[in-house]
C-alpha cells in the first residue's frame, strides 16, 4: 500500500529539495518518461502534465511528517520547498524498494527552471505526435508562454539527453 509513498520518499532523498509544486509535478512526469516506476496518473492541465494522486500523495507525506512543505511569502504568491525529514529516512531505511538509479537524471531535472520543465513535459506529453505536431500543439496550448524556436530546440536536445 505504502509502495507508492515510499518511491516519492525516495525521490526527496535524492534531491535532497524541491522548489516549486509545478517543478515538482513536472520532474515526477518527465522521470516516468525515462522509465522511472512512479505510478501517479497525469492528465492536460494549465501547466501541462497533472496528477493530482501526486499532490495528495506529498500532502499525506508531510502530515505524516515524512516531509517538511516550507511556506515562501513572494509578496504576490506563494512558493513551496520540499524536502525529506529525519522521519522520512527512517521510513525509507525500513522499506525495501527496487528502484533504479535515478541521482544523475533528478539533478539533471532539479537544476532546470519550472518554465523548461514545463515545456518539456508538454512535449513528451504530446511525443506520439510528429515533432512538428508537438511544437504546434505547445503554441497552441501555452501561448502566453511565448517559447522561441530556440526555447524548443533546447528541450528537444535536453528530452533526448535525459530520456
Not at 513536472?26 to 494549465?46: A, D, G, S, T, V
Not at 512538428?132 to 524556436?149: I, R
Amino acid at each position: 500500500m505504502l509502495t507508492n509513498h515510499a518511491k516519492l520518499i525516495k525521490f526527496f532523498h535524492v534531491a535532497t529539495k524541491v522548489t516549486g509544486r509545478k517543478k515538482l509535478q513536472k520532474i515526477i512526469y518527465i522521470l516516468q518518461q525515462c522509465n522511472i516506476p512512479f505510478e501517479e496518473k497525469y492528465r492536460f492541465h494549465i501547466y501541462g502534465p497533472y496528477s493530482e494522486e501526486l499532490t495528495l500523495r506529498v500532502e499525506e507525506l508531510c502530515n505524516l511528517h515524512f516531509l517538511d512543505e516550507i511556506k515562501e511569502d513572494k509578496g504576490h504568491y506563494y512558493q513551496y520547498h520540499y524536502q525529506i525529514t529525519s522521519a522520512g529516512n527512517d521510513f525509507l531505511n525500513q522499506f525495501s524498494l527496487d528502484m533504479p538509479d535515478m541521482e544523475e537524471k533528478v539533478s539533471l531535472l532539479n537544476g532546470q527552471s519550472s518554465r523548461f520543465l514545463e515545456l518539456v513535459a508538454t512535449m513528451l506529453y504530446f511525443a506520439d505526435l510528429e515533432k512538428s505536431d508537438v511544437e504546434a500543439k505547445v503554441h497552441e496550448l501555452k501561448p502566453k508562454q511565448k517559447y522561441s524556436a530556440e526555447e524548443i530546440a533546447r528541450a528537444w536536445g535536453f528530452i533526448d539527453e535525459v530520456i
